[in-house]
Protein backbone atom coordinates (compact mmCIF):
# COMPACT_ATOMS: atom_id res chain seq x y z
CA UNK A 1 0.00 0.00 0.00
CA UNK A 2 3.25 2.05 -0.22
CA UNK A 3 4.89 2.83 -2.97
CA UNK A 4 8.92 4.25 -2.71
CA UNK A 5 10.84 5.64 -5.54
CA UNK A 6 14.13 7.10 -5.26
CA UNK A 7 15.94 9.72 -7.38
CA UNK A 8 18.98 11.66 -7.49
CA UNK A 9 21.71 9.34 -7.33
CA UNK A 10 24.53 9.63 -9.76
CA UNK A 11 28.79 9.93 -9.94
CA UNK A 12 30.84 13.42 -8.14
CA UNK A 13 34.09 14.03 -7.44
CA UNK A 14 35.10 13.41 -3.96
CA UNK A 15 34.13 16.35 -1.48
CA UNK A 16 31.18 17.08 -3.96
CA UNK A 17 27.69 16.86 -2.91
CA UNK A 18 24.38 14.99 -4.13
CA UNK A 19 20.81 15.45 -3.08
CA UNK A 20 18.64 12.38 -3.23
CA UNK A 21 14.81 12.70 -3.10
CA UNK A 22 12.55 9.82 -2.22
CA UNK A 23 8.85 10.16 -3.35
CA UNK A 24 5.88 8.43 -1.42
CA UNK A 25 2.36 7.38 -1.96
CA UNK A 26 0.13 5.09 -0.08
CA UNK A 27 -1.07 4.87 3.30
CA UNK A 28 0.64 7.44 5.88
CA UNK A 29 0.14 5.62 9.10
CA UNK A 30 2.61 3.03 7.62
CA UNK A 31 4.85 5.06 6.42
CA UNK A 32 5.42 7.59 9.99
CA UNK A 33 9.23 6.56 10.04
CA UNK A 34 11.41 7.03 6.93
CA UNK A 35 14.93 6.59 6.41
CA UNK A 36 17.71 5.68 4.27
CA UNK A 37 19.53 2.74 3.74
CA UNK A 38 22.98 2.36 1.93
CA UNK A 39 24.32 -1.04 0.75
CA UNK A 40 28.05 -1.40 -0.65
CA UNK A 41 29.03 -4.43 -2.25
CA UNK A 42 30.23 -7.03 -0.24
CA UNK A 43 28.80 -4.78 2.40
CA UNK A 44 25.71 -5.22 4.70
CA UNK A 45 23.09 -2.65 4.69
CA UNK A 46 23.44 0.31 6.69
CA UNK A 47 21.05 2.83 8.15
CA UNK A 48 22.34 6.00 7.17
CA UNK A 49 19.56 8.20 8.34
CA UNK A 50 15.69 8.04 10.01
CA UNK A 51 12.97 10.61 11.46
CA UNK A 52 9.16 11.04 11.59
CA UNK A 53 7.77 13.08 9.14
CA UNK A 54 5.42 14.48 11.59
CA UNK A 55 7.87 15.95 13.52
CA UNK A 56 10.00 14.31 16.23
CA UNK A 57 13.49 12.27 16.70
CA UNK A 58 15.81 12.67 13.39
CA UNK A 59 18.74 9.54 13.71
CA UNK A 60 22.24 9.49 11.96
CA UNK A 61 24.82 7.03 11.44
CA UNK A 62 28.26 8.48 12.82
CA UNK A 63 30.05 8.46 9.86
CA UNK A 64 27.61 10.70 8.31
CA UNK A 65 26.98 12.91 10.86
CA UNK A 66 27.77 16.70 10.17
CA UNK A 67 27.48 15.50 6.64
CA UNK A 68 24.11 14.53 5.27
CA UNK A 69 20.68 15.69 6.07
CA UNK A 70 17.09 14.14 6.22
CA UNK A 71 14.59 16.23 5.58
CA UNK A 72 11.31 16.55 3.51
CA UNK A 73 8.75 18.49 1.37
CA UNK A 74 5.99 20.76 3.41
CA UNK A 75 3.51 17.87 1.72
CA UNK A 76 5.16 15.36 3.84
CA UNK A 77 5.23 13.00 0.53
CA UNK A 78 9.06 13.94 -0.62
CA UNK A 79 11.81 12.80 1.05
CA UNK A 80 15.57 14.56 0.60
CA UNK A 81 18.91 13.19 1.93
CA UNK A 82 21.75 15.87 1.07
CA UNK A 83 24.60 14.57 1.16
CA UNK A 84 27.86 16.94 1.36
CA UNK A 85 31.54 16.46 1.45
CA UNK A 86 30.88 12.69 -0.06
CA UNK A 87 33.91 10.46 0.34
CA UNK A 88 34.63 7.35 -1.87
CA UNK A 89 33.43 5.80 1.43
CA UNK A 90 29.92 6.60 0.64
CA UNK A 91 29.63 4.88 -2.88
CA UNK A 92 26.71 2.37 -2.66
CA UNK A 93 23.30 2.09 -3.48
CA UNK A 94 20.77 3.84 -1.67
CA UNK A 95 17.69 2.86 -0.75
CA UNK A 96 14.56 4.84 0.68
CA UNK A 97 12.22 3.22 3.43
CA UNK A 98 9.21 3.39 5.20
CA UNK A 99 7.84 1.65 8.44
CA UNK A 100 5.81 2.23 11.40
CA UNK A 101 8.16 3.35 14.12
CA UNK A 102 11.84 4.67 14.50
CA UNK A 103 12.86 4.17 18.37
CA UNK A 104 16.30 3.95 19.28
CA UNK A 105 17.10 0.74 16.99
CA UNK A 106 16.07 2.83 13.73
CA UNK A 107 18.97 1.47 11.85
CA UNK A 108 17.64 -2.25 11.79
CA UNK A 109 16.51 -2.93 8.69
CA UNK A 110 13.76 -5.29 9.71
CA UNK A 111 12.30 -2.34 10.99
CA UNK A 112 10.96 -1.23 8.06
CA UNK A 113 7.84 -2.67 5.89
CA UNK A 114 8.75 -1.04 2.25
CA UNK A 115 11.39 -0.47 0.13
CA UNK A 116 12.30 1.10 -2.92
CA UNK A 117 14.29 0.49 -5.62
CA UNK A 118 17.27 2.05 -5.27
CA UNK A 119 19.48 4.79 -6.32
CA UNK A 120 23.19 4.51 -7.11
CA UNK A 121 25.51 6.98 -5.78
CA UNK A 122 29.49 6.66 -6.92
CA UNK A 123 32.02 8.97 -5.06
CA UNK A 124 35.45 8.61 -7.29
CA UNK A 125 38.69 9.98 -5.65
Known amino acids: QVQLVESGGGSVQAGGSLRLSCAAS????????MAWFRQAPGKEREGVAA????????HYADSVKGRFTISQDNDKNTIYLQMNLLNPEDTAMYYCAAGRWCGPEWYRDERYNYWGQGTQVTVSS
Open 26 to 33: GDTHSRNC
Open 51 to 58: FYPGGGSI
